[in-house]
């Protein structure tokens, strides 16, 4: 069944990084903001990167993106997906990135994990022209990484 991305971006005048993830999660969905799921450790691994304390609620998720220049959101508009797996993902829409790219001077995007990186690849490189910069998925499903390894691996975001 086709899922729409129910999440704007976020993004102000201010951002220099893009993040993209692939599609948002069951879980993200439901609770209407980015990495949504507790056991998903993109806002420890981000937080660990900037120095800051782990935001919470969706206010301090989005100040402490916009405070630290990052934009957010996800290579996909729609998909097929069943559950939050990456690997069932098709009939795929792409997500229109040029709103951001007008409106932030963004100087590097970062994909996070592998299918986010091959979605961006495949669908929006040949539009945006600016290679990502992949790095590991910050997913429970990736659990050969650490938290100390994703720290390392995310400074770049820096």
């Given at each position: 069944?086709?899922?729409?991305?129910?999440?704007?971006?976020?993004?102000?005048?201010?951002?220099?990084?893009?993040?993209?993830?692939?599609?948002?999660?069951?879980?993200?969905?439901?609770?209407?903001?980015?990495?949504?799921?507790?056991?998903?450790?993109?806002?420890?691994?981000?937080?660990?990167?900037?120095?800051?304390?782990?935001?919470?609620?969706?206010?301090?998720?989005?100040?402490?993106?916009?405070?630290?220049?990052?934009?957010?959101?996800?290579?996909?508009?729609?998909?097929?997906?069943?559950?939050?797996?990456?690997?069932?993902?098709?009939?795929?829409?792409?997500?229109?990135?040029?709103?951001?790219?007008?409106?932030?001077?963004?100087?590097?995007?970062?994909?996070?994990?592998?299918?986010?990186?091959?979605?961006?690849?495949?669908?929006?490189?040949?539009?945006?022209?600016?290679?990502?910069?992949?790095?590991?998925?910050?997913?429970?499903?990736?659990?050969?990484?650490?938290?100390?390894?994703?720290?390392?691996?995310?400074?770049v975001i820096r």
């Open positions: 069944m086709q899922q729409v991305h129910p999440i704007p971006p976020v993004f102000d005048a201010d951002s220099t990084v893009l993040v993209l993830g692939s599609f948002p999660s069951v879980k993200s969905r439901e609770t209407g903001f980015f990495y949504g799921h507790a056991q998903n450790r993109f806002w420890r691994v981000t937080a660990a990167v900037f120095g800051c304390p782990v935001p919470a609620t969706i206010p301090e998720k989005r100040a402490f993106l916009l405070k630290n220049r990052i934009a957010l959101w996800d290579v996909l508009a729609a998909c097929d997906i069943d559950g939050s797996a990456d690997a069932s993902i098709r009939d795929v829409c792409p997500n229109d990135l040029a709103p951001i790219l007008a409106a932030a001077p963004i100087t590097r995007i970062f994909t996070n994990g592998a299918a986010a990186d091959a979605l961006y690849t495949h669908w929006q490189l040949p539009i945006v022209g600016i290679p990502a910069v992949r790095l590991p998925s910050t997913s429970p499903a990736n659990a050969a990484w650490s938290l100390e390894r994703l720290i390392d691996a995310w400074r």
